[in-house]
């Protein structure tokens, strides 16, 4: 473990034991300037050494790992595994439902609007530009406590069309398997002969629509792979849970959703790092090479061990066979959460009132103490009563159920929740 050290300007140097960061506390030659990393500012003028340090950076659509390594060394000096939030598209469903339902109530004889707003150059999805900016913060968080001189990206782009259909060649790139169709609904019913794909017309309804496979809300697509010829009646039936189609589920479409996401990621991610260019040197990988990398040095599949790997660059002595630290003890698991609760109350009615206030000196994703081992507050109960969450992001369903009394506060909520001195494994 290693205590992280900037100057008095705030300009990072390299970090120190913990045996000298207590050295320089108790002489009031440094103060504490974050707990979880544990970081100290120094108050007086120091010499500014530092080394190389190289950072390895691994995208992800649900997860982001990242290491710092020290040129020519095995020594990781900071590592960690970011959760990304994968809720967002959820919670703007659901508000523009409450919208739609206000809306209806207070101002029912309003006449409706339609395209009066408009989007800013380069927008993004919001579900999208969180995992961005996410995935900034940490780096600029590690450019604040490390002297980092070399950043190395691994850059994601991922061929959809091919994903889909891997036999997919040449031209058929331009035209698709939908070409000279008018509609995808008119390419499934041609693919299907007109015909109903449950009872081939045994129910003599004429009327064909065109189901999902798996539905929109569950991940599905428009993709015709994911689409059906049924007759009316069969629909029906289906949507009414009284026939199933297990001999269809089995076709279902390929999700591109997260190779969707992580394109869109690396490319904005890349683009922010060139432009901090003129002071880090950047290095460009692939997926292909991380793979080599880490086999090399004999290390399991993760995001934050594939940006061990990452971290090595085009440097040539992992192939000298380099050793591997047993176990990264610099190792931080990080979970993005909302910046707070803003529903006020719940019911049809809006009867039952939510405390979003502190309940007894606590508040929601606060990091605490129980029993030696730490936890974060998933939800509290105005009985004493706490559910704790570890860094599964689960309920862990504790007998006896924890009591405020037994907790210690250890760090208040925010948008990140950070399981720090965690061990990860190689």
């Given at each position: 473990?290693?205590?992280?050290?900037?100057?008095?300007?705030?300009?990072?140097?390299?970090?120190?034991?913990?045996?000298?960061?207590?050295?320089?506390?108790?002489?009031?030659?440094?103060?504490?300037?974050?707990?979880?990393?544990?970081?100290?500012?120094?108050?007086?003028?120091?010499?500014?050494?530092?080394?190389?340090?190289?950072?390895?950076?691994?995208?992800?659509?649900?997860?982001?790992?990242?290491?710092?390594?020290?040129?020519?060394?095995?020594?990781?000096?900071?590592?960690?595994?970011?959760?990304?939030?994968?809720?967002?598209?959820?919670?703007?469903?659901?508000?523009?439902?409450?919208?739609?339902?206000?809306?209806?109530?207070?101002?029912?004889?309003?006449?409706?609007?339609?395209?009066?707003?408009?989007?800013?150059?380069?927008?993004?999805?919001?579900?999208?530009?969180?995992?961005?900016?996410?995935?900034?913060?940490?780096?600029?968080?590690?450019?604040?406590?490390?002297?980092?001189?070399?950043?190395?990206?691994?850059?994601?782009?991922?061929?959809?069309?091919r994903l889909t259909n891997k036999f997919v060649r040449g031209f058929w790139y331009q035209l698709g398997d939908m070409y000279g169709y008018e509609s995808t609904k008119a390419y499934v019913l041609e693919r299907d002969n007109y015909k109903c794909q449950s009872c081939k017309g045994k129910s003599k309804d004429k009327k064909l629509e065109v189901h999902h496979i798996i539905y929109r809300r569950n991940g599905g697509t428009?993709?015709?792979?994911?689409?059906?010829?049924?007759?009316?009646?069969?629909?029906?039936?289906?949507?009414?849970?009284?026939?199933?189609?297990?001999?269809?589920?089995?076709?279902?479409?390929?999700?591109?959703?997260?190779?969707?996401?992580?394109?869109?990621?690396?490319?904005?991610?890349?683009?922010?790092?060139?432009?901090?260019?003129?002071?880090?040197?950047?290095?460009?990988?692939?997926?292909?090479?991380?793979?080599?990398?880490?086999?090399?040095?004999?290390?399991?599949?993760?995001?934050?061990?594939?940006?061990?790997?990452?971290?090595?660059?085009?440097?040539?002595?992992?192939?000298?066979?380099?050793?591997?630290?047993?176990?990264?003890?610099?190792?931080?698991?990080?979970?993005?959460?909302?910046?707070?609760?803003?529903?006020?109350?719940?019911?049809?009615?809006?009867?039952?009132?939510?405390?979003?206030?502190?309940?007894?000196?606590?508040?929601?994703?606060?990091?605490?103490?129980?029993?030696?081992?730490?936890?974060?507050?998933?939800?509290?109960?105005?009985?004493?009563?706490?559910?704790?969450?570890?860094?599964?992001?689960?309920?862990?369903?504790?007998?006896?159920?924890?009591?405020?009394?037994?907790?210690?506060?250890?760090?208040?909520?925010?948008?990140?929740?950070?399981?720090?001195?965690?061990?990860?494994?190689?």
């Amino acid at each position: 473990m290693v205590v992280y050290v900037i100057n008095k300007y705030g300009r990072p140097l390299m970090p120190c034991s913990p045996a000298k960061a207590r050295h320089l506390l108790r002489d009031g030659k440094a103060k504490v300037k974050k707990r979880t990393p544990f970081t100290i500012q120094l108050k007086y003028g120091s010499s500014g050494y530092t080394q190389d340090l190289n950072l390895g950076i691994d995208p992800g659509s649900k997860k982001v790992g990242t290491a710092v390594r020290r040129s020519g060394t095995k020594e990781i000096f900071y590592s960690s595994e970011i959760t990304l939030r994968t809720d967002i598209t959820k919670k703007l469903k659901q508000r523009s439902s409450y919208r739609k339902t206000r809306r209806n109530r207070k101002t029912r004889y309003r006449p409706p609007r339609f395209l009066n707003r408009t989007r800013s150059e380069g927008w993004l999805p919001p579900s999208v530009q969180s995992k961005i900016n996410s995935t900034k913060k940490e780096i600029d968080y590690i450019l604040s406590i490390l002297p980092i001189t070399r950043i190395s990206f691994e850059y994601s782009k991922f061929d959809i069309h091919r994903l889909t259909n891997k036999f997919v060649r040449g031209f058929w790139y331009q035209l698709g398997d939908m070409y000279g169709y008018e509609s995808t609904k008119a390419y499934v019913l041609e693919r299907d002969n007109y015909k109903c794909q449950s009872c081939k017309g045994k129910s003599k309804d004429k009327k064909l629509e065109v189901h999902h496979i798996i539905y929109r809300r569950n991940g599905g697509t428009n993709k015709p792979s994911n689409l059906l010829t049924l007759c009316s009646t069969c629909h029906d039936l289906v949507h009414k849970d009284q026939l199933i189609l297990t001999k269809y589920q089995l076709k279902a479409c390929v999700n591109t959703i997260d190779a969707t996401q992580v394109s869109i990621i690396s490319k904005r991610i890349w683009e922010y790092l060139l432009s901090l260019k003129p002071d880090y040197i950047l290095a460009k990988t692939y997926g292909y090479s991380t793979k080599v990398k880490r086999r090399l040095l004999k290390i399991k599949k993760s995001h934050t061990l594939d940006a061990v790997a990452i971290s090595y660059g085009r440097n040539k002595k992992y192939r000298k066979g380099l050793r591997k630290p047993r176990i990264i003890d610099n190792f931080y698991n990080k979970i993005c959460t909302s910046k707070g609760d803003y529903q006020q109350t719940k019911g049809r009615h809006s009867e039952k009132q939510i405390p979003t206030d502190k309940i007894q000196g606590f508040r929601k994703f606060d990091l605490v103490k129980y029993l030696g081992k730490i936890y974060s507050i998933k939800g509290r109960r105005s009985t004493g009563y706490v559910e704790l969450m570890d860094q599964t992001v689960k309920n862990l369903n504790l007998r006896p159920i924890p009591k405020f009394d037994n907790l210690t506060r250890l760090q208040a909520r925010n948008s990140w929740i950070i399981f720090p001195n965690t061990i990860q494994n190689i």
